[in-house]
Nanobody, 122 residues
Framework: QVQLVESGGGSVQPGGSLRLSCAASGRTFSNYVMGWFRQAPGKEREFVGYISASGGSESYAGFVKGRFTISRDNTKNMAYLQMRSLNVEDTAVYYC???????????????WGQGAQVTVSA
């Protein structure tokens, strides 16, 4: 089992920045791909990006457009989602997830955090 806990959510104005953290415990963190997903009200959960287990590669959804950066610190069992140039369409609950292989589908991830609300409004 891997337990994941997100933190760092909140409210920000359009154009602002926010960093989400994901603290992991349980099995060896460095064995897992870490993904980030989000779910806006009334919409399905969507892929944001992932980082490989080693941290050597990342992949992002098209809507990110260079605004978001995923990183991880395997010595601290932490993953991060740095978000910049936020707009109102980025308002959602953001989830971190752990999986054993890279993927963009939610069902490819085995463990999930509880979610962190991000609200972007003027």
């Amino acid at each position: 089992q891997v337990q994941l806990v997100e933190s760092g959510g909140g409210s920000v104005q359009p154009g602002g920045s926010l960093r989400l953290s994901c603290a992991a415990s349980g099995r060896t963190f460095s064995n897992y791909v870490m993904g980030w997903f989000r779910q806006a009200p009334g919409k399905e959960r969507e892929f944001v990006g992932y980082i490989s287990a080693s941290g050597g590669s990342e992949s992002y959804a098209g809507f990110v457009k260079g605004r978001f950066t995923i990183s991880r610190d395997n010595t601290k069992n932490m993953a991060y989602l740095q978000m910049r140039s936020l707009n109102v369409e980025d308002t959602a609950v953001y989830y971190c997830a752990a999986g054993q292989s890279v993927g963009i589908e939610a069902d490819e991830y085995d463990y999930w955090g509880q979610g962190a609300q991000v609200t972007v409004s003027a």
